[in-house]
C-alpha cells in the first residue's frame, strides 16, 4: 500500500461526521464564504499531526504533493505537517530548498487561514530568513487574498529572531486591506512586535493608526494597559 493510502485510511478512521457541520461554518465553507467549496470530514488537528508525525519520513515529494491538493481540508493540512516535519527535521540545503520549492509551487491549496498560520512561517518564514524576501512582497501586492495573509503570517519567524522590518513594511502595503482575515492577520502580527520591542509597535501604530481598520488596530494594541490603549481607540494619540 502507498503511503498516501495509509495516510488517508488513518484520516478517515478519525473522522467525525458530527463536526464537519461546525467546520464548514467555522472556516466558512459555504456559499459566499472565504473558504465555498472547501469540503471537511471532521478530523481534529492534534490527530492531523500524530498522523503527519508517523509517516513524514516515507512520505514521498510526489505524495505530499497530490495530497496537499485535494479537495478535503484535513488531508491539505496533513501534507502541511508532513511538509514541515520534513523541513524541521533537514539540514538547511537542496532538501529544504525542494520543500520551499514545493509549497510555493502549490500555493494555491494553502487556501484557508489555519492552513496559512500552521505553515508559512514554519516553511517560507525559516528558509526565507537570511534570504531574499522579494517573494512576500510580490504576494502582499498579488492581490490574492491568501497570498496576502501568507506575506504577512510567514514575517512571525523573523519577529521571533528579533527582525522587524520586513513585517511593519507588509503591513504597510495591507493597510487599507478591505478583508477582516487581513486586518487580524497584520494586527496579530503588530500585537506580536510589541511583545517584543513595543517601541517599534508604537511607533508604527502613532504613524499609522488612524488610517487602520479598526479590527486590525484592536488585534494590535490588545496587551496595551487600558490607558493607552483608549487613546489609540478614541484618537487620541499625536
Known amino acids: 500500500m502507498k503511503i498516501i493510502s495509509s495516510i488517508k485510511k488513518d484520516l478517515q478512521e478519525k473522522a467525525d461526521v458530527e463536526k464537519v457541520l461546525h467546520l464548514q461554518k467555522f472556516f466558512k ?47 491539505r493540512l496533513t501534507s502541511l505537517f508532513i511538509m514541515i516535519n520534513k523541513f524541521e527535521r533537514s539540514k538547511p540545503g537542496e532538501e529544504q530548498k525542494a520543500i520551499v520549492d514545493l509549497y510555493v509551487k502549490n500555493i494555491k491549496a494553502v487556501n484557508n487561514w489555519d492552513l496559512v498560520d500552521s505553515s508559512a512561517h514554519r516553511i517560507l518564514g525559516s528558509y526565507l530568513e537570511d534570504k531574499n524576501k522579494s ?13 496576502q495573509r501568507i506575506a504577512v ?27 477582516d482575515l487581513i486586518h487580524k492577520a497584520v494586527g496579530w502580527m503588530l500585537r506580536e512586535v510589541g511583545k517584543r ?8 501604530l502613532r504613524k499609522n493608526y488612524k488610517n487602520m481598520p479598526r479590527t486590525m488596530l484592536r488585534y494590535a494594541i490588545e496587551k496595551f494597559d487600558e490607558k493607552l490603549r483608549k487613546q489609540f481607540l478614541y484618537g487620541e494619540i499625536e
Request: proline share 2%; charged share 30%; hydrophobic share 35%.
Open 153 to 179: 503570517i510567514t514575517t512571525f519567524h523573523f519577529i521571533r529572531n528579533g527582525q522587524y522590518s520586513d513585517t511593519l513594511k507588509i503591513a504597510e502595503i495591507l493597510l487599507d486591506h478591505k478583508h
Open 29 to 75: 465553507a459555504v456559499p459566499g464564504g472565504y473558504g465555498e467549496g472547501d469540503k471537511f470530514i471532521g478530523v481534529s488537528v492534534p490527530d492531523q499531526k500524530k498522523i503527519a508525525k508517523k509517516y513524514y519520513k516515507g512520505c514521498t515529494f510526489n505524495e505530499a504533493e497530490e495530497l496537499l491538493n485535494a479537495k478535503i481540508h484535513e488531508y
Open 197 to 204: 520591542d513595543f517601541e517599534t509597535e508604537y511607533d508604527f
Open 135 to 147: 517573494l512576500l512582497y510580490e504576494f502582499a501586492d498579488s492581490g490574492d487574498l491568501w497570498k
